[in-house]
T-cell receptor, first 115, second 113 residues
């Protein structure tokens, strides 16, 4: 596709439920990022992949959060036993080059509401 | 830890006015700085990317400046239009800090008819 695609766009989960959020980066992009954006705040870094390798997961808030990119393309962010504080917009971004700071292209995000 | 601050948090101006949005960061060892626009319920659209060696970048009615030593960037919007209404976010990448972006909390702009 032409841009970064995320699905679902909206997700309502009951507290304690597991969720999986999908990101399809721009074709050929090496780098992939996940960010979490709480209401009224700027996005906060969660994790970074270079191809299939997860090079930085320092932003994941707890061990309930897990991300993977097994074939170096599509990525999934999984949240286990969701809690109300997990409610946020989850943004995915991709960049074309490795190890070099280039422009990041963002998807439209998945809005997660935990009730 | 890098902290990014944006002032003002919200701004309302009449159509046609020129305006300046401010961004400051605490660690001047940045690789580059990027300005984004976010419309309600949408993702981020990149507006301008300034490398640390550059002083400014221009795109249409937008001009972004960077003063790395003082930890400041400004986004200048000329002849504002109602379609410019959105939240504007600045983000920095630390040199040697990988590719992750550190964002400010944004400036919510409303351009009124």
């Amino acid at each position: 596709g032409a841009g970064v695609s995320q699905s679902p766009r909206y997700k309502v989960a009951k507290r304690g439920q597991d969720v999986a959020l999908r990101c399809d980066p721009i074709s050929g992009h090496v780098s992939l990022f996940w960010y979490q954006q709480a209401l009224g705040q700027g996005p906060e870094f969660l994790t970074y992949f270079q191809n299939e390798a997860q090079l930085d997961k320092s932003g994941l808030p707890s061990d309930r959060f897990f991300a993977e990119r097994p074939e170096g393309s599509v990525s999934t962010l999984k949240i286990q036993r969701t809690q109300q504080e997990d409610s946020a917009v989850y943004l995915c971004a991709s960049s074309p080059l490795r190890g070099q700071a280039t422009e990041a292209f963002f998807g439209q995000g998945t809005r997660l509401t935990v009730v | 830890k890098q902290e990014v601050t944006q002032i003002p948090a919200a701004l309302s101006v009449p159509e046609g006015e020129n305006l300046v949005l401010n961004c400051s960061f605490t660690d001047s060892a940045i690789y580059n700085l990027q300005w984004f626009r976010q419309d309600p319920g949408k993702g981020l659209t990149s507006l301008l990317l300034i490398q640390s060696s550059q002083r400014e970048q221009t795109s249409g009615r937008l001009n972004a400046s960077l003063d790395k030593s003082s930890g400041r960037s400004t986004l200048y919007i000329a002849a504002s239009q109602p379609g410019d209404s959105a939240t504007y976010l600045c983000a920095v990448r630390l040199a040697g800090g990988g590719n992750k972006l550190t964002f400010g909390t944004g400036t919510q702009l409303k351009v009124e008819l």
